[in-house]
């Protein structure tokens, strides 16, 4: 039994954004500064997150690197460069985690597989039910729900695409109307 005088970590909570389709435009593999084009409204929405009081942290596959399409030196140097931007625009980002393997190399981290996430709600003390994903893929979705997040919003060009989300969206401005505390 704890002391009263023990410090218990405060639980947090995060919002898990996925980087390729959330945060800039899915042009395939983007791994250069170049690639990046930030999505309307992104950092809009991101500062109504922030005054929730909500951790931003960045959850994102990039087999790319698995693939030999671009280096870990290449991502690290681009995770940086976004690092500075979130920073600019006054949302620091609480951490960027990735996976760099291809699919068949069935590890634990790519999503749909929950590892990227619980590992950031053990570093960060997240609390996952007070928490939210948000992705453009299904894989992001399950992700989330695999790492009992009981919220997610899936951004969609089709709103009658099968999801399991629980919001489906059409632009991140949306975002700002569903999470409200």
């Known amino acids: ?14 919002i898990f954004l996925d980087r390729d389709g959330i945060i800039n435009e899915d042009t395939g593999y983007p791994h250069q500064i170049s690639d990046i084009h930030f999505l309307p409204n ?4 991101l500062h109504h997150l922030k005054k929730q009081h909500y951790k931003l942290i960045i959850v994102t596959n990039q087999s790319g690197i698995g693939r030999g399409i671009f280096s870990e030196t290449n991502y690290q140097t681009l995770s940086n460069w976004l690092k500075q931007q979130f920073i600019m625009h006054h949302v620091p980002l609480t951490a960027i985690y990735h996976c760099p393997h291809v699919p068949k190399q069935n590890c634990n981290c790519r999503k749909p597989k929950p590892g990227m996430i619980l590992n950031a709600a053990k570093q960060h003390h997240i609390s996952l039910k007070h928490s939210w994903i948000i992705g453009d893929k299904e894989s992001d979705i399950i992700a989330g729900i695999n790492a009992n997040i009981p ?30 505390q």
């Not at 919220?151 to 700002?176: C, D, F, G, Y």
Request: without cysteine.
């Open 42 to 45: 992104l950092w809009a929405t």
């Open 1 to 14: 039994m704890p002391s009263k005088h023990s410090k218990v970590p405060l639980q947090n909570k995060a």
């Open 151 to 180: 919220q997610q919003i899936r951004l969609v060009s089709n709103p009658n695409v099968p999801s399991k989300a629980s919001h489906l969206i059409s632009s991140l401005s949306e975002i700002t109307q569903i999470i409200t």
